[in-house]
């Protein structure tokens, strides 16, 4: 596997309806052809998250067709939908078994192998804080979940439900939003519980490359006893933690296994401590998305230790889409920083092409969304550029650079870094900003008489010369249009 590989997001459900519209003829994930997977590799991605695979709830289908304000998200998605465009969420699973509108159970098997021929690692979910408000362990084994009273139903009528056997369970539940009403809330405190999820992951190890665990710091001890503490107090609380325990049960059986974990709250690192191979970075999204660029540059500056270990992103299933959240031109800015900055790079399906619309989970029918080409057409070169070696086995310095007057403090909305591995070396510099910028910026080159530089913007196929001693002199000066990036290729001749 390569450093600071690429992870493409695909909405599995959707994508299938997508692939049978296109080719004319029902699909499964084995029938879809050895060609739209090969585009992904050409394109350099490593990975392919399918999310959405398993097997999804009769009952939280119900609520996502009686559940208002999901109704109004369908609306405002695909106008016109129907019943038969929704199902239970992704998140609220029936079983680790393949959804049958993707295919036969064998199916996964065959996929990951076809993937993996084409150098491609396959990804898929795990949800461990909660599941299917109707799953099979509800009945069979309901101490595996945590139980409230009729009173605490009845005080919390959102938190709690009542099945059919008359047990009140708890919905799961982030504590700073509202419980999602179409889950169960599984109890970590349970020692059965616990081994139970280990072997559905050892299951999923079979079948994928790795796992996107989703909301995983809700599974640490202290959180979930702060959490449901008063809910669990006949349990003794466990002296491992769940995810050391999972994840070396998983690594002994497949040691090259990913874990991925969807984490928020400033828990990454201890995660990573955990063994997570690799953790989300929401507040690099933030930052990108709200924060200036001098506050983004003292953010990539600070000692980040578990920076290449850091999903990026500026879009997935969970946020609004990059177009829509940042603008068209502030958009692409943000791709190339996302692209050229040390971590595991995640694209979402559809952002390539400048889609808008963000779809709710329980949709499996896209809207028609007609390609931006200047989008499409800009990804297609970026994801060219940052296939070379330079941007995954290289070494990434953040540059620091000076004003290009005594008045102009403009260049503080220029971000620039250096990557360089073997002979190849490349300049990055984005102006993050809605105005026209310049700077003055040393490079870290090493000396030497007659010796010229050529710089190749290689996404926009420009080039300059430059004598290397003037630079050493008078420094690189850069004069930039709003939201405006370049990738320059550096080169080092001897002679005229």
Known sequence: MRNNPHLYEINTCVFIKRMSRKYGRPMTLATIPDEEWQLLADRGFDFIWLMGVWHRSPGARQKALMEPTLRREYDKALPGWSEDDVDGSSYAIYSYDLNPLLGESAELVQLKSKLNQQRLGLILDFVPNHLALDHPWTVSHSTWFVQGKKADAQTHPDSFFTSE???????GRD???PPWTDTVQVNFYSNE???????ELLRIAELADGVRCDMAMLALNDVFERIWGKYTRGYQRPDTEFWIDAITRVKERCPQFLFI????????QRLQDMGFDYTYNKPFYDKLRFSSPQE???????????????????????????VAAFGHEHSLAAAVVLSTVPGF????????????????VQLLREPEETTDPHIAEFYGQLLHVCNSPVFHDGQWLLLEISQAGQRDNSHRDLLVWWWHHGEQAKIVVVNYSP?????WLKL????????????RDELASTSAVQDIQQLANQDLHFNFKPWEAQILDVIVTVGG
């Open 193 to 199: 519980l616990r081994q139970a999820l280990i072997n």
């Open 296 to 322: 983004i540059h003292d953010y990539l500056k600070a000692d980040d230790s578990y920076s290449r270990r850091s999903v990026r992103f500026i879009e997935n299933h969970d946020e609004i889409r990059a």
């Open 261 to 268: 974990a969807e984490v928020y709250w400033g828990l990454e």
């Open 444 to 455: 870290p080159l090493p000396l030497g008489s007659n010796r010229r530089i050529l710089l």
């Open 435 to 439: 105005k026209h910028n310049s700077c």
């Open 165 to 171: 056997q008359g047990t009140y369970f708890a919905h």
């Open 345 to 360: 790079r995640l694209f979402h399906d559809g952002q390539l092409e400048g889609r808008g619309i963000r779809l709710p």
């Open 175 to 177: 504590p700073n939003f």
